[in-house]
């Protein structure tokens, strides 16, 4: 299957930081990106849709100006949690999906853990 | 009601039975059916993929999709410790962008 690279894959921050997450398709082209929250034995929960050369557009009730998503190229897409607290701590995932109409498969990068001192 | 539903378990057999796991759903629009498995500290790891009703099998692995009774499966034979994950199903609407995914099964496999 197709690779998505996530990177870090942990991090560390004090409350008030930035934390900037990069998410890159390694062998395929990815048109759309996602970005999802998991929070310790929970579902994934969809943040934002991530296009490439446009705005994210993002689930109710995601700040965008906190969890800014920038999509400028076909193979890479970044999350910078602005000005994290502790309640930003949780597991951040993307994916991505081959470009194409008929593409439906998702694949997910290996997970960015961010803990908010 | 949530759109698509899943039991989060957790269920615990031992090495070698045969599990299934299961989710239903509401919406009839649902075209492309996923199965995904998470370890612990994972990222979610495509297994399975099917479009519409039918069975599919990939080795130890059958996925199954009843869209009269809105009910999917994944069944998993001969169960090893390694099976030992999280599984996710997940669906999508043709020209969707959105996947919808369950809760998510929490699975343990016992030598």
């Known amino acids: 299957g197709a690779v998505v690279s996530q990177h870090p894959s942990w991090v560390i921050c004090k409350s008030g930081t930035s934390v900037k997450i990069e998410c890159r398709s390694l062998?395929?082209?990815?048109?759309?990106m996602f970005w999802y929250r998991q929070f310790p034995k929970q579902s994934l929960m969809l943040m934002a849709t991530s296009n490439e050369g446009s705005k994210a557009t993002y689930e109710q009730g995601v700040e965008k100006d906190k969890f800014l998503i920038n999509h400028a190229s076909l193979t890479l897409s970044t999350l910078t949690v602005t000005s994290a607290h502790p309640e930003d701590s949780s597991f951040y995932i993307c994916?991505?999906?081959?470009?194409?109409?008929?593409?439906?498969?998702?694949?997910f990068g290996e997970g960015s853990r961010l803990t908010v001192l | 009601q949530k759109e698509v539903e899943q039991d989060p378990g957790p269920l615990s057999v031992p090495e070698g039975a045969i599990v299934s796991l299961n989710c239903t759903y509401s919406n009839s629009a649902f075209q492309y059916f996923m199965w995904y498995r998470q370890y612990s500290r994972k990222g979610p790891e495509l297994l399975m993929y099917t479009y519409s009703s039918g069975n599919k099998e990939d080795g130890r692995f059958t996925a199954q999709v009843d869209k009269s009774s809105k009910y999917i499966s994944l069944f998993i034979r001969d169960s090893q410790p390694s099976d030992s994950a999280t599984y996710l199903c997940a669906m999508i609407i043709q020209g969707a962008q959105k996947l919808v995914f369950g809760q998510g099964t929490r699975l343990t496999i016992n030598p």
């Open positions: 994916s991505a999906r081959l470009a194409g109409l008929l593409n439906r498969e998702l694949f």
């Open positions: 062998d395929f082209q990815a048109t759309t």
